[in-house]
């Protein structure tokens, strides 16, 4: 069984499109995320969602909107998209409580745009 | 604001050779350390989590130290296979459960 899925794997499209990556987690977790690896294979945190409540956004442009209809999903809308949001996403989930313990990531989703 | 650092940015051995990654964190208020591999084109699979309160952990030929006053974390690889080349990323967890990376150290073993 998939711990954490997301989909599509692949989404190529032309510059000012939107376009949405779904994630789903299937452990069970209070937290999820999603982070930004860009070309050079940086990972960095994009968004955190408790209990479908948005805990952490870091310095992302407002084009991207996370979506968290339930615990076990977490979506990730981009609108307008531009050339620099070339990069491949990762959906990750965590239990935080009691205590933190290891998060688990999906097999990501490689954007490019056009 | 936390920096984590991962050196060396790559290391090739041969086969058979035990090895040690090293990462390096600049504020030592953190919740736990984890390392990850990454294959190419793959998501991340945890290795190791280090709770803030522990120096160690040991998973079958991987070995992970935790030194939270000097900011540094080893991982040590014993006995290495080709199968072991991946990235190996080093991560620590803030106070809202984000992980700060470091980018990561591409290990290659030669057969």
């Known amino acids: 069984d998939t711990a954490v899925s997301q989909t599509p794997k692949y989404l190529v499209t032309q510059m000012g499109n939107d376009k949405s990556i779904k994630c789903e987690q299937n452990?069970?977790?209070?937290?999820m995320y999603w982070y930004k690896q860009d070309s050079k294979k940086f990972l960095k945190i994009m968004f955190s969602?408790?209990?479908?409540?948005?805990?952490i956004n870091e310095t992302v442009p407002n084009r991207f909107s996370p979506k968290s209809p339930d615990k076990a999903h977490l979506n990730l809308h981009i609108n307008s998209l531009e050339l620099g949001d070339s990069a491949v996403y990762f959906c990750?989930?965590?239990?935080?409580?009691?205590?933190?313990?290891?998060?688990?990531f999906g097999p990501g989703t490689r954007l490019t745009v056009l | 604001k936390q920096e984590v650092t991962q050196i060396p940015a790559a290391l090739s051995v041969p086969e058979g050779e035990n090895l040690v990654l090293n990462c390096s964190f600049t504020?030592?208020?953190?919740?736990?350390l984890q390392w990850f591999r990454q294959d190419p084109g793959k998501g991340l699979t945890s290795l190791l989590l280090?709770?803030?309160?522990?120096r160690e952990q040991t998973s079958g030929r991987l070995n992970a130290s935790l030194d939270k006053s000097s900011g540094r974390s080893t991982l040590y690889i014993a006995a290495s296979q080709p199968g072991d080349s991946a990235t190996y990323l080093c991560?620590?967890?803030?106070?809202?459960?984000?992980?700060?990376f470091g980018k990561g150290t591409k290990l290659s073993v030669k057969p």
């Open positions: 280090i709770q803030s309160s522990q």
């Open positions: 990750a989930s965590s239990q935080r409580r009691p205590e933190s313990d290891t998060q688990y």
């Open positions: 969602y408790n209990n479908k409540e948005l805990i």
């Open positions: 991560a620590v967890e803030g106070s809202q459960g984000n992980l700060i």
């Open positions: 452990l069970g977790h209070d937290t």
């Open positions: 504020d030592s208020a953190i919740y736990n």
